[in-house]
């Protein structure tokens, strides 16, 4: 069964610096994987997703993630953290076995201090 | 082109009251999905269903019926709410065959009072 853990519920950087959220996966098959953030009583936003096209994924906003699979890895990473960047971001994998159901990750608040 | 679209975005609900929550979809996608998201636990799977007519559990089931008789529309429903049932409720669309084309909806805030 497919299933997904992010590392840490919560995660404080500044402003200027990178922003590292760690995500951990299973799964029975070459999974597709994705970043969803979602900003304060707002909707979902996909940031990037991965195809198995390239294993280093960049999406919007600077962000970009590296699918390990020998370490079942998908952490997504930014240089350098901006204030609009504060948000609650979810890690995601599909299970293909079960009509693309998507599988969630419990989320990782970022907060960004000036 | 709406894409995805909820109704209603807010509700209010006593307690053992029932309403039904709409998912409309113009893009002609097969699967459908609806989630509940709570605090700290992301968003958990309702129901699904992958064509016109069909409907099947997913993960927190107990308490939703859902029904596609239409195959733009996915319904979800509430015959009695409880305050356990007081969450961010979205939609989610995907084409038949797709693995990675996910449209979500803007999410409907449900409160069970």
């Known amino acids: 069964a497919q299933s997904v853990t992010q590392l840490d519920s919560h995660v404080s950087v500044s402003e200027g610096t990178p922003v590292l959220l760690r995500c951990n996966y299973s799964?029975?098959?070459?999974?597709?994987l994705f970043w969803y953030v979602q900003h304060p009583n707002k909707g979902l936003q996909l940031l990037l997703k991965y195809t198995s096209a390239a294993t280093l994924v960049k999406g919007i906003n600077g962000f970009e993630a590296e699918f390990k699979k020998s370490e079942t890895s998908f952490h997504l990473t930014k240089p350098s953290a901006h204030m609009s960047d504060a948000a609650e971001y979810f890690c995601?994998?599909?299970?293909?076995?079960?009509?693309?159901?998507?599988?969630f990750g419990a989320g990782t608040r970022l907060a960004v201090h000036p | 082109n709406a894409g995805v679209t909820q109704t209603p975005k807010f509700r209010v609900l006593k307690t053992g009251q029932s309403m039904t929550l709409l998912c409309a979809q113009d893009m002609n996608h097969e699967y459908m999905y609806w989630y509940r998201q709570d605090p700290g636990m992301g968003l958990r799977l309702i129901h699904y269903s992958v064509g016109e007519g069909t409907t099947a559990k997913g993960e927190v089931p107990d308490g939703y019926n859902v029904s596609r008789l239409k195959k733009q529309n996915f319904l979800l429903g509430l015959e009695s709410a409880a305050p356990s049932q007081t969450s961010v409720y979205f939609c989610?669309?995907?084409?038949?065959?797709?693995?990675?084309?996910?449209?979500f909806g803007s999410g409907t805030r449900l409160t069970v009072v």
């Open positions: 989610a669309t995907l084409p038949g065959g797709s693995r990675y084309g996910y449209t």
């Open positions: 799964s029975s098959y070459s999974p597709s």
């Open positions: 995601v994998v599909s299970d293909k076995g079960g009509y693309n159901k998507l599988i």
